[in-house]
């Protein structure tokens, strides 16, 4: 019945409903990037540096979208999570170690999700004390009593809230053939400051749990190769939009805050900053898309450390099943949202510094990650014919020289001393 009404329609709409089928995993990940942390990492560059590090985000967007498209493919083909991938070629020990860093990232940048919560709805007149308790136990109900379909419809509405980012950007008024050449003409800051937000944006940008979440929400949507010429785009479309909004929040506040001389270390500063510069609904819009990225990002990056380590071990996983079928998937899911909101609640905590040090991280881990990504995805023994081609090897390749050559600066500057 449903195929012969597929027949009668416009091949045109035929295509649109195959896409709608397979979207979500890409778009989910990818806007879990722009999370509290990336928001205000974008906000500081911005803040600092004017549109200095505009360049960085545009030669990084074709980077993240191999590494995406990469991660989903091997889902597709192997119908397997990165996790599982790693163990079976590297075995035990570098998946029991790569595993023990994504869960102290994935934990400290949680924190950091209940921070931006927190600060976002605190420019609203809500105390940490009500937001942040209610916010874990919403977040917590919503993926583990949830279906896998109803989590994806959740978690894709918030992502469509990044659009408010970028009518702040429009509310600036920007000069946009200023823009467009910082686009295009690299600078560079020779200083540890610069040098260590470049990173961070890198982290933030192409975060390590990404790869980890879109494969492992391929995986559980069912996507297989057959579906994967249309899944691909979901992938694609959803890199190139979170790049998008993060060049829109860079614009955003490099307009507004930069020539003003006004420093700012988080995103709920450069929302209050922005109130009496680009008006009321700047803030407003600002603060609405901190919380929107929050919670997303809440809800996401617990789920993608319990996906990553039950598939690593062997574990059950998954959004639909029960306490039953995967105790170990909702335990890990309820302990990391949990451990992260109680964090919070803490008067001594440096929330700031929880953020930026972990996208800091991020950027760190990723080479290494992308080290094992690459091996597996040119494995034909995994792969089959979908193994890469040399375009992409090179892209890959040159994504991980880069951010060990940043990493490597930094460590080199901070040892000589130089500021």
């Known amino acids: 019945m449903i195929r012969e009404r597929l ?18 995993p890409g778009i989910i990940a990818a806007s879990a990037g722009n999370d509290s942390g990336g928001i205000s990492t ?20 074709p980077s ?17 999570g990165f ?15 790569a595993m023990i860093l994504l869960l102290a990232s994935n934990a400290a940048t949680t924190v950091a999700e209940f921070a931006g919560i927190a600060a976002a709805l605190e420019l609203f007149g809500v105390t940490k004390y009500v937001s942040v308790p209610v916010a874990a136990v919403v977040v917590w109900l919503l993926v583990v009593r949830g279906s896998y379909r109803n989590v ?29 050449r910082a686009m295009v003409t690299p600078q560079i800051v020779p200083t540890q400051a610069f040098i260590a937000l470049a990173i961070g944006l890198t982290g933030t ?28 785009w979901d992938v694609i479309i959803g890199a190139i939009s979170a790049n998008v909004v993060a060049i829109f929040i860079i614009i955003t506040t490099g307009t507004v805050l ?25 803030t407003l819009l600002f603060a609405l898309g901190l919380l929107s990225a929050s919670v997303l990002s809440a809800a996401v ?71 094992f990504m690459i091996r597996i995805i040119n494995d034909r023994r995994i792969m089959g014919d979908h193994v890469n081609g040399r375009v992409l090897n090179v892209v890959a390749w040159a994504t991980i020289v880069v951010v060990i050559s940043l990493t490597v600066l930094l460590l080199g500057m901070s040892f000589l001393g130089i500021g």
């Open 205 to 232: 940008t192409i975060a390590p749990w990404m790869q980890f979440l879109v494969q492992s929400n391929i995986v559980e949507k069912g996507t297989t190769i057959k579906k994967w010429a249309l899944a691909k």
């Open 258 to 282: 930069f020539p003003r001389h006004i420093a700012v270390t988080s995103a709920k500063e450069a929302a209050l900053a922005l109130a009496p510069l680009a008006g009321h609904y700047a």
């Open 152 to 180: 994806e419809k959740v978690l894709l509405l918030l992502s469509a809230v990044f659009v408010s980012y970028i009518v702040a950007t429009f509310m600036a008024r920007p000069d946009w053939g200023t823009v467009a």
């Open 7 to 24: 027949k009668r329609l416009n091949p045109r709409w035929v295509a649109l409903l195959s896409f709608l089928a397979v979207i979500g």
């Open 301 to 371: 990056l617990p789920l993608t450390a319990s996906y990553a380590i039950c598939e690593a071990f062997g574990w059950e996983a998954g959004v639909d099943r029960s306490w039953s079928e995967a105790p170990a998937f909702n335990a890990l899911y309820t302990f990391v949202i949990f451990l992260a909101a109680a964090i919070i609640l803490l008067p001594a905590v440096n929330l700031i510094s929880v953020m930026l040090v972990s996208q800091v991280v991020n950027g760190m881990m990723l080479p290494f990650l992308l080290i």
């Open 42 to 61: 974008y906000s500081v560059a911005g803040a600092r540096y004017g549109y200095a590090m505009l360049w960085m985000m545009l030669a990084m967007t």
């Open 64 to 80: 993240f979208v191999i590494v995406q498209e990469m991660a989903g493919r091997m889902g597709a083909v192997t119908g397997k």
């Open 83 to 97: 996790a599982a991938l790693i163990r079976e070629k590297y075995g035990v020990r570098p998946t029991l170690l």
